[in-house]
């Protein structure tokens, strides 16, 4: 298994340019996520989704846009880039078992300027 | 809403000394605790889960701990090397949702 990949690995944007980041796993897991890591600030929940078709707010989701057509891919979408936006972006799936463990990908490097 | 809290917030200890790391959360209603590793510019590397209803799990040199009822959990490192130098987090699951601490950045000294 590849596990939790993503792409690009950087990317720089300029302000007010969109792009969507990839995300796809081949673990067959229902529950997809996308944080957003700002240094020293932790983790924030972007979006979410618990199978195909369903997608759900995090905390922090304003000029962002999801969508699960599949089980396999979950990319997130920016729209009108703003430098606020410069973050490191990952993806993580969780199994299906009882023990919910999060797998992550490698993340993406956004810079807006 | 959960809030998780890691401290310290960074530590720096000679090698082949055990060490602690603190994680503490607000809302005892959680499914797991999940501790993660992450080098400099990498992804997160799950290190240890441990589900609500257990209260310990060990995997080598790593030993985590699990109190509910008071909100706490602990990363134990035994016999610390330079290779463990790093960040860590603790995250606890809570309905659908993922909850990060901060981190704790770990140095470990030649």
């Known amino acids: 298994n590849a596990g939790v990949t993503q792409t690009p690995k950087f990317r720089i944007l300029k302000i007010g340019q969109s792009m969507t980041l990839q995300c796809a796993q081949d673990?067959?897991?229902?529950?997809m996520y996308w944080y957003r890591q700002d240094p020293g600030m932790g983790l924030k929940l972007i979006y979410y989704?618990?199978?195909?078709?369903?997608?759900d707010k995090g905390e922090v989701p304003n000029g962002y846009n999801v969508s699960r057509s599949t089980t396999e891919d979950f990319p997130l979408r920016l729209e009108l880039a703003a430098p606020s936006q410069t973050s490191v972006y990952f993806c993580?799936?969780?199994?299906?078992?009882?023990?919910?463990?999060?797998?992550f990908g490698p993340g993406t490097r956004l810079t807006v300027t | 809403k959960q809030e998780v809290t890691q401290i310290p917030a960074a530590l720096s200890v000679p090698e082949g000394e055990n060490l602690v790391l603190n994680c503490s959360f607000t809302?005892?209603?959680?499914?797991?605790l999940q501790w993660f590793r992450q080098d400099p510019g990498k992804g997160l590397t799950s290190l240890l889960l441990?589900?609500?209803?257990?209260r310990e799990q060990t995997s080598g040199r790593l030993n985590a701990s699990l109190d509910k009822s008071s909100g706490r959990s602990t990363l134990y490192i035994a016999a610390s090397q330079p290779g463990d130098s790093a960040t860590y987090l603790c995250?606890?699951?809570?309905?659908?949702?993922?909850?990060f601490g901060t981190g704790t950045s770990l140095t470990v000294i030649p």
């Open positions: 993580a799936s969780i199994g299906t078992g009882e023990s919910y463990e999060q797998y």
């Open positions: 673990m067959n897991h229902n529950y």
């Open positions: 989704s618990v199978g195909a078709g369903i997608t």
């Open positions: 809302d005892s209603a959680i499914y797991n």
């Open positions: 441990i589900q609500s209803s257990q």
């Open positions: 995250a606890v699951i809570a309905g659908n949702q993922f909850y």
